[in-house]
């Protein structure tokens, strides 16, 4: 059964730091690229980051500098690591998987995790 878990959201205050996690379960992780997602509320879905399965990254300009994508295939993680964080980063996060390469079309990612929830607030 293919699976994909966040985790890792929380409160944060502006400025400070999370590190996100992504589970990945029944499939080979390492022939797939891994994508991050967000969504707030009233808001679209948006791609946060992508890693490949050779570990090349792509960033959305509004986090570029601040969030940093990771992958452990032996222990089928990916983590984002996420500091500077500003309120408009507040959101639902998501992981998905794309079959070997990043891609901006999101109904190209498939087996989207429950999300986890992000808050930046004072």
């Known amino acids: 059964q293919v699976q994909l878990v966040e985790s890792g959201g929380g409160l944060v205050q502006p400025g400070g730091s999370l590190r996100l996690s992504c589970a990945a379960s029944?499939?080979?992780?390492?022939?797939?690229?891994i994508g991050w997602f967000r969504q707030a509320p009233g808001k679209e879905r948006e791609g946060v980051s992508c890693?490949?399965?050779?570990?090349?990254?792509y960033y959305a300009d509004s986090v570029k500098g601040r969030f940093t994508i990771s992958r452990d295939n032996a222990k089928k993680m990916v983590y984002l690591q996420m500091n500077s964080l500003k309120p408009e980063d507040t959101a639902v996060y998501y992981c998905?998987?794309?079959?070997?390469?990043?891609?901006?079309?999101?109904?190209?990612?498939?087996?989207w995790g429950q999300g986890t929830q992000v808050t930046v607030s004072s």
């Open positions: 029944g499939f080979t992780a390492d022939m797939y690229a």
């Open positions: 998905a998987r794309r079959w070997r390469s990043c891609g901006p079309t999101l109904s190209e990612y498939a087996y």
């Open positions: 890693i490949t399965r050779d570990a090349s990254t």
